[in-house]
């Protein structure tokens, strides 16, 4: 059974730092390109970062400079680094894993960015 845990979010002040985390099983994790999603109240489910199997990136603009998403293919882990934190930050951070046609979520974390 396939399974994409996120943990690491929270609560932080506004400048702050967060680093969720989202493991998984059930998959040939090296051979899958990782990202991170969000999705704020009222508003669609955007791309945050992604990594390929290689290792390149990817980031949305809006978090370029401030986020870095890295991959241990020994601990099938993804970690989302969130530097500088904002207000607008705030969201249900998802995981996302992908191979060909094959896709899986995690179910979310959440980050509250407030003071």
């Known amino acids: 059974q396939v399974q994409l845990a996120e943990s690491g979010g929270g609560l932080v002040q506004p400048g702050g730092p967060l680093r969720p985390s989202c493991a998984a099983s059930?998959?040939?994790?090296?051979?899958?390109?990782l990202g991170w999603y969000r999705q704020a109240p009222g508003k669609q489910r955007e791309l945050v970062a992604t990594?390929?199997?290689?290792?390149?990136?990817n980031f949305a603009d809006s978090v370029k400079g401030r986020f870095t998403i890295s991959r241990d293919n020994n601990k099938k882990t993804v970690y989302l680094q969130m530097n500088n934190l904002k207000p607008e930050d705030t969201a249900v951070y998802y995981c996302?894993?992908?191979?060909?046609?094959?896709?899986?979520w995690g179910q979310g974390t959440q980050v509250t960015v407030s003071s």
């Open positions: 996302n894993g992908r191979s060909g046609i094959s896709e899986y």
């Open positions: 059930g998959i040939i994790f090296r051979i899958y390109a």
């Open positions: 990594i390929r199997a290689g290792g390149s990136t």
